[in-house]
């Protein structure tokens, strides 16, 4: 506590000490204007000193660590720390957006939906100084410096809290031996014991529990907020840490069971003027004076509606430098404890009376206080003047209800003390202490110790009696609640503010309910009450209360508005993690891609894969580079890495009626030995997938897929599997990764073949097409499927993985003479596009049919159903007007079409009507002139006609034609 | 038979400040149920609002009622991320959706009430080729239907949008983007409240904290509702009631093709202006825009599974949050503030149902899956223009309920494939 340490707000050198918040750092300094409001530019002092404070928020340092709307109750300082106030021009001594509290009487809740509608159209130039006004503090330019963890924890239980109630049942739960966890929002343990003279019990559990920290199943987790409370107990807390490298860490835990205590929030009073600087909530007042002596401070006022304002009253007495003015009590009286040892002290006690409102612009320098009437409607008498630098306000406890309700628990209002309180569970756990509603220690023990002896006993433990505590009796007596407090003003002329960041007002409540939004949700929306950074900890239930009261509406038939996560602001960087820059997506890579990356290949990103896209020589551009590669495969060989196609081993007695189920075509009566090409539908009847599938035994298939659809194939051919036909004996596995693919293609591919295995006979007649064959080389066992996507005579050798950079190079180093070439996705697309295949993802976009591809051929006629048969054959599905696939050739050969251009029969002026659009599109070397394919309603019988491409400068005019440009009658492939 | 509401304006509002403001009307009224409906809209959410005033604006019935279960536009009217844009591929969609923006342009001024329509623009951004081909596939698309748009390369979305990260070298570059300029946001409680009060002004009554509990139905005619409030008798019946449209349906033995699943949303703290446009990524999975009040709006996709609790898996937060500080890596420190779940209805083509059904007098207008908020207006006028003449209105002609048997889908969801 006694190390000093200097700090900087608002340009401003000030010292504070270790421990200090910059709150309480300031407050030392006698430096209470800390902000300006939302709205109205009002000055603004710290209210609490805890993660509810809506007025001190500031900006944290500068540059790449700098932070927005970050609340000075809560940041610890550190020498050198540098804050600067927020929403203020040209700055928060004179902030000339300040003028608006001069005009308020124009800016209403919601006063923007009335207006800025004139002229039209001008809304965007309006809105422009509006979102100028609007904001708080700055966003960060620039990356953030900082790595953010995310940690995995599971526990028995899990305390939310270390106050007295959480450290107490962390205690009695840790001595059963059972698997505890205990979360704190603080740095320090104790909550508000860390307050009390007296009771001193805390400090022997703090000390116990630390020393059995990261022991015996037990651990401790310090400045750290539970934000979220999940379904099935899964909670997640975000912890500061603050050191060089990590900033935060979201923990991610699972309890068995949750013990929440999170105590509560003290609430304010409503009355005019209740905003100055220098009116506090009145615990958070008498922490900061037990924690630091603020300057400046000589005389207080203390207004409250209940009993424990009395001990910051009693606190303050014993101050010497400072003198207690008065406590002002809404009461009648109070027979509390506390209420009588101020009296007893001589404190000056005004009952029945309320500060009607308070003077001082930037510092509170008086009170206005009042007698009430007898139903505390109205002020009377004569109001008194009281000049005083600290108003100190309680206007009773909100139980910190906000996880509880967020685990979907139903909460009960009870009418003595006007709180929410937890009454129906819905998750696996307990609120325990103030958060449940008990307020007084000694209650809180009691309570404690009896939920979790029963808590215990659901495990299977016992607790030890031994270690049951107790503490002195304090008798408190009832508040009385008083939503808005009287004024001696017209009620349209006072400022009693109830959402203190955003400035809504009690009237601006009326004023919604007089326009009509009654519900609590609209009341929220319109005045924008409760949806400022401290998302309403402090105001929501006085705007519940001020509404019932206006309303005539009971507060239990309001309602709450939905509790929401985060209990407080998450920063993004600790959501994602690690999750960010190289690790934001895996990187899929085939074990050959050293080598594509030696060879100066460009990549392309094919879902997660990385894919060779071409292989530039020298100079070469994209366009060079693909032409050189095409050509060489149609005149030498070209090998493709084809490694990245999705493969998954079909396995079982019903391997076969599932292929039948799964493909349109038939598949019982393919040999062992062969391979097939299947078209797979949606149950929509469109096609989603294709592939060739080998049979490898009696029951035994494999299966590939598209690159891209790999992972959802297979978890669709997965949900039929475990959903639909539980009935099938078959077995999924994906072998994607297992094995490296090589497509060697070309005329001289069966002889680079023979060099690679020079015993096999790789003739047509023993390997025929769409067969494949196991084949030794060098030793290594390699599957050669003797499938096409080229149309040139093509061997795809599947090698396990760890082979596959070994026999890639082994290709080029044996078909050197045959003008070995490497191509990419960009080559192998042209090459396809040549021979008119299609690209499931290209041609089709999930709303074309096979036969719309013109591939009713792969369609079987006679298999009794398989997936997306009925659907196929709807009436629209078959319509013969549906859009179909044709080649499309430019007039100009040398135009090459963009993918994506749409088509149209007449060129008028837009909108015109389209028939079509180009699918794919690229210059062929090997016919000298540009090709597309195309979808074109009613294509297949419009052959020949001519049709148009606008585009933006100009009409490309195209000639519909068959798909298939190369080797229509298949002669390549068994040349 | 009912006063027009007064107008809003910054007169009325001066006026009102000398009054302290205590002379504003309500801005709909809260009246008993009737017994006696010539329609009634099940739905107070922004689609059936805008149904009721254009059924009163537009055709005249003015003694209708629109029955809601809670408050009006507290389904995904009040939960989504308010952008609006039309530039679907579909002729189907785009003609729809581009009505929808037409609406959107004069909608402060037709309903005096600030719905605070910003066009600041909708970017929708490439980072593969499969993109690429898509996303200049659908600027083609809008061009020849009249929609705006642009397709920007890197640099020019660099220009339009500075704080976006286009290094190559992060996981899914930036290869470019379409830009709809027209498109932007608005304040989506005052879409709700502004038709509400529009409609109310023409004598719409609109009730609050009313649930239906059956249709009646008699010889293949629907005949009236039942609900918390009593029976109330109508000849024609506008079912709005997203997701728990399958539940209306239900009752009269209908089954709808919807599936109900959650979709998150988020905003950040408020901070001073430094996004000025909508980015959309569907690769990556996240838009982001920026609120008047200074809050970064965020969503993203669906959760993967049917559910009517309003909220989702922690995961798709994460990885939402993920691909925004992916893409705009200076928002690493800024906050999350307010986390929210809608429950979207979706199709299975992911075009809406705006149909008649084989009922006589029951109509549905449902499965806007995650874009309904968009087509608010347009949806509205259509569906109006369906119960007023039992006929469909040209453009909702292909969202009929039909199509799912026929055929002939409207299918937005594109294909989820990607290339070989």
């Not at chain 1, 400022?532 to 006085?542: H, S, Y």
Request: glycine letters at 8%; proline letters at 4%; aromatic letters at 10%.
């Amino acid at each position: 506590m006694n190390k000093k340490i200097s700090f900087t707000f608002d340009g401003k050198k000030y010292s504070g000490f270790e421990g200090d918040t910059l709150a309480s750092a300031l407050i030392r300094n006698g430096v209470f204007l800390v902000g300006r409001s939302f709205k109205y530019h009002r000055p603004r002092g710290m209210i609490s000193a805890g993660s509810e404070e809506p007025n001190a928020i500031i900006q944290l340092e500068s540059g790449e660590i700098t932070e927005p709307n970050v609340r000075a109750t809560e940041i610890k300082i550190y020498e050198g720390l540098n804050a600067t106030s927020q929403n203020n021009w040209p700055s928060l001594n004179f902030d000339l957006g300040s003028v608006n509290d001069l005009f308020s009487r124009f800016f209403p809740s919601g006063f923007y939906y009335k207006t800025f509608m004139w002229p039209p159209k001008y809304w965007e130039k309006y809105e422009y100084l509006i979102r100028q006004a609007a904001g708080l503090g700055r966003s960060p330019t620039k990356d953030d410096p900082h790595q953010y963890e995310h940690f995995h924890y599971h526990c028995d239980i899990l305390v939310v809290g270390g106050g007295i109630s959480g450290l107490y049942a962390a205690k009695l739960l840790a001595k059963a031996n059972l698997k505890v966890l205990i979360i704190e929002q603080h740095p320090e343990l104790g909550g508000q014991c860390l307050n009390t003279d007296s009771f001193k019990t805390h400090e022997v559990l703090i000390k116990e529990l630390e020393e059995q920290n990261n022991k015996d199943n037990f651990k401790i987790i310090k400045n750290s907020t539970v934000f979220a409370y999940m379904h099935s107990n899964y909670l997640l807390a975000c912890q500061k840490i603050n050191n060089a490298k990590i900033r935060q860490i979201i923990w991610k835990i699972r309890a068995t069971k949750v013990v929440l205590a999170t105590g509560s929030i003290e609430r304010f009073l409503t009355f005019d003027n209740n905003d100055r600087p220098g009116i506090m909530l009145a615990n958070s007042a008498r922490k900061y004076q037990n924690h630091c002596s603020a300057k400046d401070i000589k005389k207080i006022v203390i207004f409250t509606n209940n009993d424990t304002a009395y001990q910051t009253a009693i606190d303050f007495f014993y101050k010497q430098e400072v003198e207690v003015q008065a406590v002002i009590d809404v009461r009648k009286n109070s027979n509390g404890d506390l209420a009588k040892k101020a009296e007893k002290l001589g404190i000056k006690i005004f009952f029945n009376h309320a500060v009607i409102d308070t003077k001082g612009r930037k510092k509170i320098n008086s009170v206005i206080i009042s007698e009430l009437d007898e139903s505390l409607d109205k002020a009377i008498g004569r109001s008194k003047k009281l000049s005083c630098d600290l108003l100190c306000v309680s206007g009773g406890w909100t139980p910190t209800v906000h996880l509880f309700s967020q685990s979907k628990g139903i909460l009960f209002y009870r009418e003595s003390d006007a709180t929410f309180i937890p009454d129906k569970s819905f998750q696996n756990e307990i609120s325990i202490g103030a958060c449940n509603g008990t307020f007084e220690l000694d209650e809180i023990l009691k309570e404690t110790y009896s939920k979790i002896s029963g808590l215990l006993t659901e495990f299977g433990k016992k607790i030890d009696v031994k270690s049951r505590i107790n503490s002195e009796k304090i008798f408190y007596d009832k508040l009385k609640h008083l939503w808005i407090v009287p004024s001696n003003k017209h009620f349209g002329r006072t400022k009693m503010f109830v959402d203190f960041q955003n400035d809504v007002t009690a009237k601006d409540i009326k004023l919604a309910l007089r326009e009509g939004y009654r519900s609590i949700e609209h009341i929220k929306r319109y005045t924008t009450t409760g949806m400022a950074t401290d998302q309403g900890k402090i105001g929501n239930i006085n705007a519940l209360g001020i509404i019932s009261d206006l309303s005539g509406v009971p507060i239990h038939k309001l309602g709450t508005t939905t509790f929401r996560l985060p209990y407080t602001p998450v920063t993004f960087g600790a959501m994602a993690g690690r999750h960010i820059k190289e690790f934001f997506d895996v990187e899929r890579t085939t074990p050959m891609h050293q080598w594509h990356v030696d060879c100066g290949a460009k990549f392309e990103d094919v879902g997660q894969w990385k894919r060779a896209w071409y292989y530039p020589i020298e100079n070469e551009g994209i366009l060079q580079a693909v032409n050189r590669e095409v050509k060489a495969t149609r005149e030498g060989i070209g090998i493709l890495d084809a490694s990245t196609l999705g493969k998954i081993d079909v396995k079982g007695r019903d391997a076969s009626e599932f292929l039948n189920r799964v493909y349109t075509n038939a598949w019982s009566k393919l040999d062992i030995g062969k391979c097939r090409y299947g078209l797979m539908l949606g149950d929509d009847g469109m096609v989603i997938d294709d592939g060739v599938t080998s049979r490898l035994g009696e029951n035994h298939y494999v299966m590939t897929t598209t690159t891209g659809n790999a992972a959802s194939v297979m978890s669709k051919l997965e949900d039929w599997l475990q959903t639909e036909w539980p009935e099938l004996k078959v077995y999924l596995t994906s072998v994607t990764e297992q094995f490296a693919t090589i497509s060697i293609n070309g005329p001289y591919a069966p002889k680079l073949m023979n060099k690679l295995c020079p015993n096999h006979d790789f003739s047509k007649d023993n390997f025929p097409h769409m067969s494949f064959q196991n084949i030794g080389i060098d030793d290594v066992h390699c599957r050669v499927m003797r499938i096409s996507f080229t149309g040139e005579m093509c061997y795809e050798i599947n090698v396990p993985s760890s082979y596959g950079k070994a026999l890639w190079e082994k290709c080029f180093d044996l078909g050197n003479e045959y003008n070995i070439t490497p191509y990419g996705t960009e080559a192998m697309h042209v090459l396809r596009a040549e021979k008119g295949f299609i690209i499931v993802g290209q041609e089709t976009d999930g709303s074309v049919t096979p036969i719309d591809l013109d591939m009713s051929w792969i369609v079987s006629k006679k298999k009794y159903d398989f997936i997306g048969k009925r659907a196929l054959y709807r009436s629209d599905t078959i319509r013969e007007d549906r859009k179909q696939l044709v080649g499309i050739l430019t007039k100009d050969p040398n135009e090459i079409l963009e993918e994506g251009s749409q088509l149209v029969e007449k060129i008028t002026p837009v909108p015109m009507e389209m028939v079509g659009h180009v699918t794919s599109s690229y210059y062929s070397p090997n016919l000298g002139r540009s090709i597309a394919l195309a979808l074109v309603k009613e294509g297949i019988k419009k052959k020949g006609l001519k049709i148009y491409a606008p585009m933006p400068n100009k009409a490309i005019e195209v000639e519909i034609t068959n798909p298939v440009f190369i080797d229509p009658s298949n002669e390549r492939l068994s040349a | 038979m009912h006063k027009k509401p007064k107008k809003y304006s910054i007169f009325s509002l001066i006026k009102n400040a000398f009054s302290y403001h205590e002379n504003w009307q309500p801005v709909w009224r809260s009246p008993e149920p009737k017994n006696n409906y010539d329609a009634i809209i099940i739905g107070g959410g922004g689609h059936g609002l805008t149904t009721a005033y254009y059924l009163a604006k537009n055709h005249g019935l003015t003694n209708i009622a629109v029955i809601e279960k809670g408050w009006i536009g507290g389904g995904n009217t009040g939960r989504n991320t308010t952008i609006i844009r039309s530039n679907y591929l579909w002729d189907q969609s785009a003609a729809l959706y581009e009505h929808a923006l037409k609406l959107w342009e004069g909608m402060s001024q037709e309903l005096n009430y600030n719905v605070m329509f910003s066009q600041r623009g909708v970017m929708n951004v490439a980072h593969t080729l499969h993109d690429v081909r898509e996303l200049k596939r659908r600027w083609h698309a809008n061009r020849l239907n009249d929609i705006d748009c642009e397709w920007l390369n890197t640099k020019e979305v660099k220009e339009f949008c500075p704080i976006i990260n286009i290094s190559p070298n992060i996981r899914y570059p930036v290869m470019g983007a379409t830009l709809q300029r027209r498109g932007g946001t608005a304040r989506h409680d005052a879409v709700a409240w502004g038709y509400a009060r529009g409609a109310d002004a023409m004598g719409v009554d609109i009730i609050q904290n009313c649930e239906v509990t059956s249709l009646n139905v008699n010889n293949g005619q629907v005949i009236g509702i039942e609900t918390t409030r009593g029976s109330i008798k109508s000849k024609k019946i506008g079912v709005v009631a997203a997701g728990h449209s399958s539940v209306i349906a239900n009752m009269v033995g209908i089954r709808l093709p919807l599936e109900s699943r959650p979709l998150q949303a988020l905003v950040s703290e408020p901070v001073k202006p430094v996004i000025d446009t909508v980015v959309m990524s569907n690769t990556i999975h996240a838009y982001v825009s920026q609120s008047d009040k200074g809050e970064l709006v965020i969503g993203a996709g669906t959760d993967g599974y049917t559910s009517y609790t309003q909220r989702g898996g922690f995961n798709i937060v994460e990885d939402t949050i993920t691909a925004v500080v992916e893409l705009f890596p200076l928002f690493s420190r800024m906050k999350m503030l307010r986390h929210w779940g809608g429950i979207v209805d979706i199709c299975p083509d992911a075009s809406p149902i705006i149909s008649k059904t084989h009922i006589n007098g029951l109509y549905f207008n449902c499965g806007w899956g995650t874009g309904g908020f968009k087509a608010t207006p347009g949806s509205g006028w259509v569906f109006a223009h369906t119960i007023a003449n039992d006929e469909p209105h040209k453009l909702n002609v292909p969202f009929t309920i039909n199509r799912f048997s026929s055929g002939e889908l409207v299918d937005e969801h594109g294909a989820a494939a990607v290339a070989h």
